[in-house]
């Protein structure tokens, strides 16, 4: 993903997309108008309305009031695009300050809402329309991670040394990517029971994502996947050739690029793997159930059963303080990366992405090791503490960790802290950032990323939903 500096975020806001800045101590109004107003909002939903309404009516602190309001809608006021055509809904989701979709942040961004859809038909349509054009993107090239809507724009990665077409914002392969749009229209259909997006496209999409997936364990030979970026920034590109350091071909999936969008170092980055051993399954089952197609359902099956059996043989190693914990990458040889990192997967988020139990032993060993000063990419200042990653750097922590935490506790007192820290640390903007600062919050990335924004809205309604005293 481009980066930002916190200046040219501050610059992006001059387009109007957002309100504009502002700050408390020139204000009388504590909490000023910061959200996009009514007549530009993008999409609007009632029922959405009507969530803020009731969590403002009774949460007694205004101030999380306020940033719900802000946060919750974003994606819907700011980053989707009606491309329907008269056979086929169609939605275009930009990640905020980038115009271009991603396949992961656009399942991310919209996620939050699939437990509305019963009561807006319109809001179903338009997560309808994104599954269905996240398959047309699959279906030009499943190992792009980002997309334009203009299918003949050639972009500023489109000198990248890989296989470019137009149409294709960026190329770098990452499991998630595929993981994704099944995690999105396999939800989507128990929610509603439609079958309407599970068309003869979306099955020839599932065939990529599994020849893909196939040809990424590299059993036979490398693959045809090959990258490089004439770059200062080393995480920008693959070594040894274009394809990343060898792996040892045990039956993981090597995936080039992590969520973050930086290179992985060892290419068996486990939880995507994790991830993918979930996502192969609920293919399968749609498959299986919708369209009668046994035969890839059980290819399906069966390479989540491999992957999942590599990942407790290869991706599980003895810490000598944690005991057994999941290495963040291996490469199948016996090397292996212990770290965690901010954006999702990560092995902190892994219960919310339905690829581990929370209670499981080996993954609460390894939430108190990435929790804890021993994981390279924890970061604790005067500010807050939490997990940040090599794609901003030192002393960044990102609010997107610090709601996975809370997503993944059963501590009251850490959900509890966790939402407290995320309304300290959010700059006088009343939005959410891709980091801040560990000791100054003012200091942040990306004024406007639309997923952080919409997933802190999803934890402050689950605990107004679940425990609503932990808002007080």
Known sequence: MKRRTFLQN???LG????ASKFSFAESLNPFPTVRVAADKRHFSSKVIENAIAEFQKNVSNKELGWLFNNCFPNTLDTTVYDESTASKKLTYVITGDIDAMWLRDSSAQVWPYLQFMKKDRKLQDLILGLVNKQTQCI?????ANAFYNDPTKKGEWFSDHTD??????ERKWEIDSLCYPIRLAYHYWKETNDTTPFDDEWVKAQENTYKTFIEQQRKENVGPYVFSRTTSRGSDTLQVDGLGYPVNPVGLICSAFRPSDDCSIFM???PSNLFAVTSLRQSAEILRKVKNNTDLAGRMEALANEVEAAVNRYGIIDHPEHGRVYAYEVDGFGSYLMMDD???PSLLALPYLGAVDVNDEVYQRTRKFILSEKNPFFFKGTAAEGIGGPHIGRDMIWPMAIIMRAFTSTDDNEIRSCIETLRKTHG???FMHESFHKDDPKKFTRHWFAWTNTLFGELLWKTYKEKPSLLK
């Open 10 to 12: 501050a610059a992006a």
């Open 342 to 344: 901010a954006n999702v």
């Open 15 to 18: 387009a109007g997309v957002m």
């Open 268 to 270: 068996f980055l486990i």
């Open 139 to 143: 279906n030009i090239d499943p190992y």
């Open 164 to 169: 470019m077409k137009p149409g294709i914002h």
């Open 428 to 430: 006088d903007t009343g």
